[in-house]
């Protein structure tokens, strides 16, 4: 259980243009999701705590207006990184945040998206 | 402020020796505390979690874990080290609903 998918694995654009990632919790309904940031050889960087029906909220220094979340359904969150420049390339990860009665709130992570922006 | 040390960015152990991942935290509150593994190219996998009770926690793969209060950590431990242990590992705390990431330890395992 707990399985949390995201789409696509791998991505390359072209700068200027944007490109959309997919969080999907698979088992369970997640009211609340989150978007992280990796740099290789480094720890996940948190971008934005994504809410069900509400808008996101960005870490201090995340362009809200560049990463675009939508959180539209207890299942599913969007990343929109808009206009994307060589910069923006990085490993993308988004982990679902599992509610069980009774114990803390564990978040549940997505494979990454590698996004390369040419 | 809540915050995660992971000492030693690399750990190298030989094939069946003891794997032993240190991790310190700084809360102002009971802690709750994670070990997630990362593999190349991967998401992070949940390993095992301290909330309360028992302070031994036991995960999967073998790994666990151990709260000591006294000494703010929770090292992670496991007493055979398999070549697909090979990856890195992350200690993080709860804080506010998010989660608070150590730097990462790098586990390499020799034949």
């Known amino acids: 259980g707990a399985v949390v998918s995201q789409h696509p694995s791998w991505v390359i654009c072209k700068s200027g243009t944007s490109v959309k990632i997919e969080c999907r919790s698979l088992?369970?309904?997640?009211?609340?999701m989150f978007w992280y940031r990796q740099f290789p050889k480094q720890s996940l960087m948190l971008m934005a705590t994504s809410n069900e029906g509400s808008k996101a909220t960005y870490e201090q220094g995340v362009e809200k207006d560049k990463f675009l979340i939508n959180h539209a359904s207890l299942t599913l969150s969007t990343l929109t990184v808009t206009s994307a420049h060589p910069e923006d390339s990085s490993f993308y990860i988004c982990s679902a945040n599992l509610r069980l009665a009774g114990s803390v709130n564990t978040q549940y992570f997505g494979p990454g998206t590698r996004l390369t922006v040419l | 402020a809540q915050s995660v040390t992971q000492l030693g960015s690399h750990v190298s152990v030989s094939e069946g020796a003891l794997v032993l991942l240190r991790c310190n935290y700084s809360?102002?509150?009971?802690?709750?505390l994670f070990w997630y593994v990362q593999y190349p190219n991967q998401g992070l996998q949940l390993l095992l979690k301290?909330?309360?009770?028992?302070?031994l926690v036991k995960g999967i793969n073998g790994f666990e874990a151990e709260f000591k209060k006294s000494e703010t950590s929770f090292h992670l431990t496991k007493p055979s080290a398999h070549m697909s242990d090979a990856a890195e590992y992350f200690c993080?705390?709860?804080?506010?609903?998010?989660?608070?990431f150590g730097q990462g330890t790098e586990l390499s395992v020799k034949p």
């Open positions: 088992d369970f309904q997640a009211t609340t």
């Open positions: 993080a705390v709860s804080y506010g609903g998010k989660l608070i």
């Open positions: 301290y909330t309360t009770g028992a302070t």
């Open positions: 809360s102002s509150v009971p802690p709750y």
